[in-house]
């Protein structure tokens, strides 16, 4: 079996995926714009055979190289990136070299966050009330018959880029300025993020189930610039452990992992689903996974595609928290005093990638703990400000 990885070196923890897939005997293949002689060493030892692309945007050069290598290695059978930038492209290679999987008309069906909402009634949840609005006449009237404050997001979109909150009439004047058609208004629900992330085997079963939390939502973080903790919890809350498994059925998962996103709300502790994302939540949260459950999900991953019998795993032995921080803010206590609070559960912790550091900090700290307090109490100790 013939897997195909798209820029394998990134993240650069995910070339264990084409590592553990090679390890069961399959053939790992990569098409990436890195040249060969800048690959990292375990990135080519993950690899059977790999081709350079300027430019991975280039589709059709894409495609072509990976006619090369069906050439000389036989049918591809999948391909993968587990990177949300690059699922159409993965779909493009697919339909191109008939290979199962999401094609690109499957694409909005878990990229535009409308179409979501049909998925989520399907799984019989009700939505957040949300519109896709053409006119700015549109706005006035949705907030008319909602009120502020409102969220504004584009309707297909990654993250939290050129997502707004509008709570004044101020506010929404200005927002009129920028208004595109297409973005998606949804009535404003304070609450805490939550998410319910997996992996399904070959069948739709679920053989890996998580939840994590959020200290404050992305595009909070984002448009802020302040810093952000998140963490695996121990037990999936029941109502998600119930609603999760539907979501994951209504759009007949196989052989992937998922990440679906929830606000709880504040006001009466009601799960809303806010979006799904068809890949692994992001760089380093695959290895919180690990560090929580004791497990392995890259060797997981691959012991699905190759259908070997799984046993689903069991719940979270462990609370695990990415603490970030930020170069502009002032806090209490230094690198090396935290380093010193943090000795008895730190994992490890490093330079965040300059890629990422808008939402997820400079620098992070990864820590494991067995009581719920004692993460936040470390979290908070972290992320103590420096007050006069």
């Known amino acids: 079996m013939v897997?195909?990885?798209?820029?394998p070196e990134f993240p650069p923890n995910y070339h264990l995926f084409p590592w553990h897939f090679r390890n069961m005997g399959g053939i790992s293949v990569g098409i990436g714009s890195t040249l060969h002689s800048h690959l990292p060493p375990h990135v080519l030892q993950s690899l059977h055979w790999y081709e350079h692309v300027?430019?991975?945007?280039?589709?059709?050069?894409?495609?072509?190289a990976a006619r090369r290598i069906s050439g000389h290695f036989g049918q591809i059978s999948g391909v993968d990136s587990f990177n949300e930038y690059w699922l159409p492209l993965e779909a493009i290679v697919r339909e191109a070299l008939q290979i199962p999987g999401h094609l690109p008309a499957h694409l909005p069906d878990f990229q535009q966050k409308s179409r979501m909402k049909e998925y989520f009634r399907r799984a019989g949840i009700n939505p957040i009330p949300g519109q896709v609005v053409h006119s700015f006449a549109d706005v006035q009237a949705f907030v008319k018959e909602h009120g502020l404050p409102i969220i504004a997001k584009p309707d297909k979109g990654v993250g939290a880029n050129a997502t707004f909150k509008i709570a004044t009439p101020e506010a929404l004047k200005h927002f009129q300025t920028s208004f595109r058609s297409g973005y998606l208004l949804e009535k404003?629900?304070?609450?805490?993020?939550?998410?319910?992330?997996?992996?399904?085997d070959r069948s739709g079963r679920i053989v890996f189930a998580a939840s994590m939390e959020y200290s404050r939502g992305v595009a909070e973080v984002v448009s802020e610039d302040t810093d952000i903790f998140y963490w695996v919890q121990r037990e999936i809350p029941s109502d998600l452990a119930e609603i999760g498994p539907r979501i994951v059925q209504a759009y007949n998962l196989r052989a992937q992992f998922f990440h679906f996103e929830f606000i709880r709300s504040s006001e009466n502790g009601r799960l809303y689903p806010l979006e799904v994302n068809m890949r692994p939540p992001g760089y380093p949260t695959i290895d919180l996974f690990n560090f929580a459950h004791d497990a392995d999900l890259y060797r997981l991953w691959a012991e699905v595609i190759h259908d070997r019998p799984i046993s689903p795993l069991p719940p979270a032995k462990y609370y695990v928290c990415y603490i970030s921080?930020?170069?502009?803010?002032?806090?209490?206590?230094?690198?090396?005093?935290?380093?010193?609070?943090?000795?008895?559960?730190?994992i490890y912790h490093a330079e965040?990638?300059?890629?990422?550091?808008?939402a997820m900090g400079h620098h992070h700290y990864i820590i494991r703990t067995s009581e719920r307090e004692e993460m936040l109490e470390f979290a908070h100790i972290v992320q103590k400000r420096l007050t006069l």
Do not use: C
């Open 54 to 64: 300027p430019d991975l945007h280039d589709a059709d050069a894409v495609i072509a």
């Open 325 to 346: 921080r930020k170069n502009h803010i002032g806090y209490m206590y230094s690198h090396e005093e935290v380093l010193r609070r943090l000795e008895p559960v730190l």
């Open 3 to 7: 897997w195909l990885f798209l820029s």
């Open 188 to 200: 404003f629900i304070t609450g805490a993020i939550q998410t319910y992330d997996g992996l399904v």
């Open 352 to 358: 965040t990638n300059p890629l990422f550091r808008a």
